[in-house]
């Protein structure tokens, strides 16, 4: 069974910093592709941030310059680090793991950040 477990959300004043991390079990890790959602109160779910299993990185233009996502194949572990955190961050932010034709969520880790 798929296991996704984020971890590192939190509390922070504005232009603070956090690092969530999205630890996988029961998929071949080095072949997802992993990607970072967020949800903020009446908005739908956007993309964030993605790295594919050949280390090719995406962001969107909200947090370009200001987060960065990796990742550890040996750990099965992906990171999303959030530098200079804004208001407009606050949101449930997911990992996701792509795996061939397969797609599998975490169950979320809540970041607020307060001016």
């Known amino acids: 069974q798929v296991q996704l477990v984020e971890s590192g959300g939190g509390s922070v004043q504005a232009g603070g910093s956090l690092k969530l991390s999205c630890a996988a079990s029961g998929v071949t890790f080095s072949s997802c592709g992993m990607d970072w959602y967020r949800q903020a109160p009446g908005k739908e779910r956007e993309l964030v941030s993605s790295i594919s299993a050949y280390g090719t990185t995406y962001y969107a233009d909200s947090v370009k310059g200001r987060f960065t996502i990796s990742r550890d194949n040996a750990k099965k572990t992906a990171y999303l680090q959030m530098n200079n955190l804004k208001t407009e961050d606050t949101a449930v932010y997911y990992c996701?793991?792509?795996?061939?034709?397969?797609?599998?969520w975490g169950q979320g880790t809540q970041v607020t950040v307060s001016s």
């Open positions: 996701r793991a792509r795996y061939f034709l397969s797609t599998y």
